[in-house]
């Protein structure tokens, strides 16, 4: 009976967290159709993904802290109130103001979704079962990141864009009637402890001021000096943060966590994981539309081993994780996805659709394996009142590791772009051969930068040490 009742707590936040990821990753695809019906420049559209990234991750560790304060189940379900609600308000947008409007909301919602789940389901299940309970969350996180293309490319083609919103609505409903029922109403002992505001102000202009550039760094309209001032300002900010937390008897976030350092290692490689991925997501559009022309829902479904490969083996790396030392798993994780990653970087303009579909598939496989026993890393490794902390945080290194990987892609891509047209161009190539060749050049160099990162959280997961089953701990 227990283990159905946690079962089914573990679907409800699965729910929850895919529909929230989705949107991070789905309207990607149907930037085109949005730019044609809306007639507005490609560079005021990118403010759809923009502002919803930018609210989602500078708001998590202010939703995790209140989740530590006012009860998870709370903040989940307003989180999930509200992001039905800006779903539906996004599929009636008429206009890009309103769109980029209804995307705040949507992502006030959805930041409490991101920030909540992991430590609803670290409460709900015995701990030597954690790994296998959070391999859900893994999988909501992963299939909705990476299955957004498909179900975006499908959707909008047959349907319309404004699908891609509406269809949030009935998946949130099912969503809301499982966690009323099944998610238990834990009221934290802390109720009296004041919230922190100074420092959940500080943090989200801080975040803000830090990833603002880096989502429009490829946007030639900001100034490198305007750059760099966001870019330190927003440190600056970070550090005075900091310093207020270090002081304070009851802070929004615990700066004393990153002493552990497995819980600081594994935030590290999460981070840099996630700028991989999002490289790819970033780049991989341009490739299958712009150089092999593919339509929109053609385009998708070869995204598609890449999030069945997740699914796969996410929950088998769970299991695993319960057992063994997760730091060996998430490790040869982080390697997979590099080799997948190279193997996506090799492709040309001939590359065979057999070769795609294979790359796709080891590069999710790889995520799945390296996801899970991470996840559950970080919050075994923190005290049970500060795991809404945790869950944020997270939740923030996922986001913030998102928007580097489109920052850097976007920069680099351009860098290698515009070297490649005078390289090729010197050597007498001219048409739609100059164009491929360049194309090529910066795609394939752009994504050899995805490989270096995920090598970089396979090296931040070894370096973290043994992480401890919870058989060993009781031992």
Known sequence: MREKKTMAIVIAVGIGTFVSALDSSVVNLVMPMMQKDFGVSMSMLEWIMTAYLLVVSSLLLTY????DLYGQKRIYLTGFFIFIIGSALCGLSRGIG?????????????????STGPAIITNAVPPENRGRALSAVAVSVALGLTSGPLIGGLLATHVGWPSIFYINVPIGIIGIIMVMKFVPDIKPKNEKIPFDIAGSILIFAALLLILLPLNISDDAKISPALFAGLLGAGVLLIAVFIMLELKLKYPMLNVRLFKNRVFAASNGAALF????QFVLVFLSPFYLQTLRHFA??????LYLPMPLATLCIAPVSGILSDRV???LISSAGALIMAGGLLMLGLMNTWTPIPYILVSMAVTGFGFGLFQTPNNSAIMGNV?????????GTLALMR????????AVSGALFGFFNNKAQAIFALSGQTGTRL?????????????????????????ASLIKGRVMTEKQKNA
């Open 399 to 406: 986001n913030i590791g998102m928007a580097l990987g489109v």
């Open 64 to 67: 995790g802290r209140m989740s």
């Open 296 to 301: 929109p829902d053609f385009a998708g479904l």
């Open 435 to 459: 164009t491929d060749s360049v194309f090529s050049y910066a795609f394939h160099l752009t994504l050899y930068a995805a490989v270096a990162a995920a090598l970089i959280s396979m090296i």
């Open 383 to 391: 005290p049970v009142q500060n795991r809404g902390t945790a869950s």
């Open 98 to 114: 309103m769109l980029i409007a209804m995307r705040i909301i949507q992502a006030l919602g959805a930041g409490m979704l991101f």
């Open 273 to 276: 994981i996630y700028m991989a």
């Open 325 to 327: 030392d997760s730091r």
